[in-house]
């Protein structure tokens, strides 16, 4: 599965918009792209995944570039609750073979 | 309610004495599988099943035995525990077929003396 690079941390303000970027360039056509997070010490969360168009749900939206080299994870309007390590994860087959990175560590602050 | 049952949440126990920590989905699930969870090295897979009596080894398999009995159930056993699978664990389950999301258990943090 190709790997992705993501920022270790970063910080955002409350009710303003989150966004975490995410590379993997070495994508492969039939591979979707994931995003997982993980409050403290709790089991990983589904958030949203896309291949490559555009996709939105009730807890964010998915940027994923042309060339799909790249995606960004929006949250609108980040809360406090919104602390997480936040996941980016590109699956071949389907998620079952997922592998988890270093992740990003959002902080949103008051 | 959907979801992935891990017990127990939390067990001491002392090296060399076998313990089995257990996983149930309510999902109908075909794939579960197990990670492990230490600091600075993020979650890495160690067993996972495509469906009732398959399994096979994912990344971390070295010291750990995994069943698949039945669909709902994937139970990983420790047959001789050591301090260096002192860690956090966490099950998964997946309908198994592509597009779809993995649920997690709440995990289980196993410590090792």
């Known amino acids: 599965d190709a790997k992705t690079t993501q920022p270790p941390s970063m910080d955002c303000a409350e009710g303003r918009a989150a966004n975490l970027p995410c590379n993997h360039s070495t994508i492969s056509g039939n591979e979707y792209v994931y995003w997982y997070r993980q409050i403290h010490s709790q089991g990983p969360q589904y958030i949203i995944h896309g291949l490559k168009n555009n996709e939105t749900n009730e807890m964010a939206s998915l940027i994923i570039t042309e060339d799909r080299k790249s995606s960004t994870l929006i949250l609108p309007h980040a809360t406090l609750r919104d602390t997480a390590v936040y996941y980016c994860?590109?699956?071949?087959?389907?998620?079952?073979?997922?592998?988890f990175g270093a992740g990003t560590r959002l902080t949103v602050k008051p | 309610e959907a979801q992935v049952t891990q017990n127990p949440r939390y067990l001491i126990t002392v090296t060399g004495k076998k313990l089995t920590v257990t996983c149930s989905q309510n999902m109908n699930h075909e794939y579960m599988s197990w990670y492990r969870q230490d600091p600075g090295l993020g979650l890495r897979q160690i067993y996972y099943?495509?469906?009732?009596?398959?399994?096979d080894k994912g990344d971390v398999p070295e010291g750990y035995k995994v069943s698949r009995k039945e669909k709902r159930n994937f139970p990983l056993i420790l047959e001789s525990p050591s301090p260096n699978q002192t860690s956090l664990y966490f099950c998964?389950?997946?309908?198994?077929?592509?597009?779809?999301?993995?649920?997690f258990g709440q995990g289980t943090r196993l410590t090792v003396v």
């Open positions: 994860i590109v699956s071949s087959y389907n998620n079952n073979d997922m592998r």
């Open positions: 099943s495509m469906n009732v009596e398959v399994t």
């Open positions: 998964a389950s997946s309908p198994g077929h592509k597009n779809t999301e993995a649920f």
